[in-house]
Nanobody
Framework: QVQLVESGGGLVQAGGSLRLSCAAS????????MGWFRQAPGREREFVAA????????YYGDSVKGRFTISRDNAKNTVYLQMYSLKPEDTAVYSC?????????????????????WGQGTQVTVSS
């Protein structure tokens, strides 16, 4: 089992920046790919970004490309999501997820069913 705890959310003005963190605990000795997803009120959860174990491969959702950066520090068992140029439409609950089983492919890293463990999420609100 892996426990994931997100932090760093909050209220920011449009054009501002935030950095989210996702700390993993428990069975962290395995090599997990990690992802960030978000869900806005009344909308389905959508893929934001993903990173493989070594950090050599990253994927981004179309709506955040060029504005968000995912990274990880395996020594700290933490994954980060640096968000720049935030827009009101980025307002959502952001959740991190860990993928410890199955094939590590673009398809599995960018879809919800590919992940085994989920955090509770952190609220990000961008005001206009």
């Amino acid at each position: 089992q892996v426990q994931l705890v997100e932090s760093g959310g909050g209220l920011v003005q449009a054009g501002g920046s935030l950095r989210l963190s996702c700390a993993a605990s428990g069975r962290t000795s395995r090599s997990y790919a990690m992802g960030w997803f978000r869900q806005a009120p009344g909308r389905e959860r959508e893929f934001v970004a993903a990173i493989n174990w070594s950090g050599s491969v990253t994927y981004y959702g179309d709506s955040v490309k060029g504005r968000f950066t995912i990274s990880r520090d395996n020594a700290k068992n933490t994954v980060y999501l640096q968000m720049y140029s935030l827009k009101p439409e980025d307002t959502a609950v952001y959740s991190c997820a860990a993928k410890g089983s199955g094939l590590i492919t673009r398809a599995t890293m960018t879809s919800q069913p590919g992940y085994d463990y989920w955090g509770q999420g952190t609220q990000v609100t961008v005001s206009s």
